[in-house]
């Protein structure tokens, strides 16, 4: 079947560390993969996606890189800032239906 | 052009009871997708509709069951809720279900005592 598996929580992080978010994928065929952020009282917001093996995606200072050999789309970043204080959420999409990890939630300290 | 909104956004109720959520698409989006959100499970995906038909169905028993209506607001039912049921649900929409991003609104928050 299909699943994401995204490392657990909680994470916290001093203002300008460098952060990664490991993720890994089950899945039938070539899905498309996404992050997804979602900050306190909002909806997830799509933060950025690769549609293919060894496309990166990236947005907001935030990379990530569609690794199909090691089925793994691990989110990193150079710098933290406060505000990127959020739940990070890996996701895939196949056949019409997205699959959400569990989410990793980030707490960045100035 | 305004986001996705659901409504309400807050909501109390007692087991045995049913619920009705709402959600508005953006503007021109006719798919529209709902996720259970839980700390424990992440979200996990109920349905998907599209032009008033349900195209894809989740893992979830029939308590939980939706509609979309011709203007493309959808709706989603939970009857005989229990404790378990307790969640943030969000809703999402896209332009067709082949469009690959969703966007998101900002989820009701069902509370089941």
């Known amino acids: 079947g299909n699943s994401v598996t995204q490392m657990e929580g909680p994470v916290t992080l001093s203002e300008e560390a460098f952060l990664t978010i490991n993720c890994t994928y089950t899945?039938?065929?070539?899905?498309?993969l996404f992050w997804y952020v979602q900050y306190p009282g909002e909806g997830l917001q799509l933060l950025l996606k690769?549609?293919?093996?060894?496309d990166k995606g990236s947005n907001k200072g935030f990379e990530a890189t569609y690794r199909k050999e090691t089925t793994s789309f691990h989110l990193e970043k150079g710098s933290v800032q406060v505000s990127d204080s959020a739940v990070y959420f890996c996701?895939?999409?196949?056949?019409?239906?997205?699959?959400f990890g569990t989410g990793t939630s980030l707490t960045v300290i100035p | 052009k305004a986001g996705v909104t659901q409504t309400p956004r807050y909501l109390i109720k007692t087991r045995g009871q049913q619920v009705t959520l709402s959600c508005s698409p953006i503007?021109?989006?006719?798919?529209v997708s709902w996720y259970q959100q839980t700390p424990g499970q992440g979200l996990q995906f109920l349905f998907e509709?599209?032009?008033?038909?349900?195209?894809n169905k989740g893992n979830f028993p029939g308590r939980f069951s939706g509609r979309q209506f011709s203007n493309s607001r959808s709706e989603m039912n939970v009857s005989t809720l229990e404790l378990g049921d307790s969640a943030l649900y969000l809703c999402?929409?896209?332009?067709?279900?082949?469009?690959?991003?969703?966007?998101f609104g900002p989820g009701t928050r069902l509370l089941v005592l």
């Open positions: 690769a549609t293919k093996a060894d």
């Open positions: 899945a039938t065929g070539y899905p498309s």
């Open positions: 999402a929409s896209s332009p067709d279900p082949n469009q690959e991003t969703q966007y």
């Open positions: 509709y599209f032009s008033e038909t349900q195209r």
């Open positions: 996701a895939l999409r196949r056949g019409n239906q997205f699959y």
């Open positions: 503007s021109g989006h006719r798919s």
